[in-house]
């Protein structure tokens, strides 16, 4: 299990996140009880609701934080579209691939929980900031297409998700390379490529 930080009197809430992203790396988000993030921070089973109604809301504190992360992770990688809209995009995409590798329980927690982003307007926020960066990304990079064969932003940056998100699970966890003689880096980059040349973003003779 990987090593976190313990409880420090007046850190228990952070405490009990850094319990929790261990056991989810071990186990997986449904597979411990709110008393073991509990134990595993040191702390009492009835410590934990002091901060948190239950397991859920812990969890969705991971995602949250998990989520700013990844926003901040993103903005960074983006750099306002520099030097080109495309190479902004593909440090976008090494990015998120490295974000789900450097953060495997916060990348569980968000994606991969059943969390209910909905339910929570902190977590809702924190995730639409990630999603923000994809979405203005797809309308810099689609900008120059003809109205007709615009499509939506939102509808490209989450074809793009979608895309990263297949790459990790099937590529980037466990031992890369065993399942494709490829690097995950190289079947995102090349599955966003053919993508964004089947909608004219990219000129075929680029």
């Known amino acids: 299990m990987p090593e976190r930080k313990g409880y420090h009197h007046g850190n228990l809430r952070q ?6 992203l261990s056991l989810i790396e ?17 702390v009492s089973a009835a410590a934990p609701y002091r901060h948190f109604k239950g397991r859920e809301e812990l969890i969705e504190e991971v995602a949250r934080q998990g989520y700013e992360m990844f926003a901040d992770l993103l903005e960074h990688a983006y750099a306002g579209g520099q030097p080109s809209p495309i190479a902004a995009f593909e440090t976008v995409g090494r990015a998120y691939l490295h ?3 450097r953060e495997p329980g916060h990348y569980i927690a968000m994606f991969e929980s059943g969390v209910s982003v909905a339910g929570n307007p902190e977590l809702a926020a924190a995730e ?7 979405t203005q990304a797809a309308e810099t990079m689609t900008a120059h297409l003809p109205p007709d ?10 074809h793009i998700w979608a895309m990263s ?3 990790v699970e099937l590529f980037a966890r466990g031992a ?13 980059e ?10 004219g973003v990219i000129p075929d003779d680029a």
Request: aromatic share 6%; glycine share 12%; net charge positive.
């Open 99 to 101: 974000f789900a590798r």
């Open 165 to 167: 998100h297949g790459v």
């Open 128 to 134: 639409e900031r990630a999603t923000r960066v994809l």
């Open 176 to 188: 890369p390379g065993s399942r494709a003689p490829f690097s995950p880096e190289e079947l995102l």
């Open 149 to 158: 064969r615009r499509p939506p932003p939102s509808m490209v940056s989450h």
């Open 26 to 42: 071990e186990k997986g988000p449904n597979g411990f009880t709110l008393a073991e993030a509990a134990r595993l921070a040191g």
């Open 190 to 199: 090349s599955g966003v490529g053919i993508y964004l040349r089947g909608l």
């Open 15 to 20: 405490a009990l996140v850094e319990a929790t």
